[in-house]
């Protein structure tokens, strides 16, 4: 019998020990509510600010990722859908940012090893997902979806639960072909 072996280098960090206690998700915004602008780097140290992408759809797909080498067991097969769809997205007009907590170093492998498209913003001090309500626990922030029109406005949320961890990739495209 082969005994698998782990990657826990880059796990337990300051980001890990800042978001270890658990802080639900809090529903901090109204549909048709503007949201708040943001400025994160991608992992290319390219700079994108929410309100660049006025004028389309904007899907923000905020992930749970520990490590480069370890993924939250719920978020990994999401990001691989939104990886599938993205496609999709781009055919109806909009945009898919996908939001980590991981360091540029970390995330920059991600890109690489997952093959992703679609622009991975970090932000490793967790601005943006405490700004955003998303929540946290376990040594990182928890995943949420949001939705905006071509505004900046709301138009779909999915904050994390156990019933229903992740929005999915038809679900979101739906909130889009119904903006």
Request: net charge positive; aromatic share 10%; with cysteine.
């Amino acid at each position: 019998m082969q005994l698998t072996s782990y990657d826990f280098r880059g796990l337990i960090s300051r980001r890990f020990l800042d978001n270890f206690l658990p802080i639900p998700a809090s529903c901090r915004f109204q549909l048709a509510q503007q949201l708040p602008n943001f400025t994160l780097s991608d992992a290319s140290g390219n700079a994108h600010q929410l309100t660049d992408y006025r004028g389309q759809p904007i899907v923000l797909a905020f992930t749970r990722i520990f490590s480069a080498k370890q993924y939250c067991p719920l978020c990994y097969p999401h990001i691989l859908a939104l990886r599938t769809a993205h496609q999709q997205f781009i055919g109806l007009g909009a945009k898919l940012l996908l939001i980590t907590s991981t360091p540029a170093s970390q995330s920059q492998i991600i890109q690489r090893e997952l093959a992703l498209e679609m622009p991975l913003l970090v932000d490793p001090s967790c601005q943006s997902f405490r700004l955003y309500g998303t929540g946290q626990a376990l040594g990182a922030p928890l995943p949420a979806q949001f939705v905006l029109d071509a505004e900046g406005k709301l138009r779909f949320q999915h904050l994390f639960s156990f019933a229903h961890t992740n929005a999915t990739p038809e679900r979101l495209l739906w909130a889009i072909r119904n903006l």
